[in-house]
């Protein structure tokens, strides 16, 4: 059957694929607009499947927090090229799927593409992206975080960002400054207290081979290994690394001299080049 401009016009509306795409489609499907939808969507599962072991290390990161500042989340949505990344509609189905996830809250990633953005669920958008442009797209990060306080930063390349929890109410350019802390320096943990045992076995570790290969005494081997693992907190704890702001304080003693009672609960963090 003849298939009119209009036609392919209409169905490209719809479905929001290219037009040979739309054409072909409706050649396939005699005209039949629901058909038509239909292989559109299965072309896009074949080429997510093609593309499944591909790496999305561009993309986009996005923190949102509710309008009460006491819940925070950030998603993550990965696709192949830094052209495809900065596109427009890309952005625009980025920061869809954000609204859909801090207006919701749902449970985890698989929740998450459950959900509508829009017309279609999270991972209808991602299938049908990913057989419009015939590049893998991905929704590979999706976490929340609640305190009294929440605050979030994005950093300028659009690809990383974090939200840290507070106990309380705090000063909005404070948690601001903690919240980029933790996007610049890349914490373990929040202090040594929470610091996984996985790594603080590591340190240990590193710190007692150092110490053997060195040729110490076997007797101060332990409290070497206990030096390299303060050190690695002091570094690696947000606490009480060095303040971004001012080296010369730790993280720690900046908010003491804001409020002694400001507490940190946890924080989220995620960048697509990790």
Known sequence: MEIKAVDVAKLRQMTGAGMMDCKNALVEA????????????EKGKLVAAKRADRETTEGSVIAKITDDKRTGIIVGIGCETDFVSKNKEFQ????????????????????????????????????????????????????????????????????????????????????????????AMNPVSVSEHDCPPAIKERELKIGREKAIMEGKPENIVERIAEGNL???????????????????QSVSDYLKSVDKDIKVLGFIRFSLSD
């Open 30 to 41: 005699n005209g039949d607009y629901d058909r038509a939808q239909e292989i559109i969507r």
């Open 92 to 183: 625009d189905i980025a920061n869809s799927i954000a609204d859909a996830a801090i207006n919701n809250l749902p449970a985890d990633a698989d929740a998450l593409k459950t959900l509508n953005a829009g017309d279609e669920t999270v991972d209808g958008i991602i299938t049908r992206q990913t057989g419009k442009t015939g590049e893998k797209h991905q929704l590979c990060y999706y976490s929340q975080i609640k305190g009294e306080y929440v605050s979030g930063y994005i950093h300028m390349t659009g690809k990383l960002a974090s939200i840290v929890a507070f106990n309380k109410v705090i000063d909005a350019e404070v948690a601001k400054e903690i919240a980029m802390q933790v996007a």
């Open 230 to 248: 303060n050190k690695f907190y002091k570094e690696s704890t947000l606490l009480n690394q060095a303040f971004i702001k001012d080296a010369k």
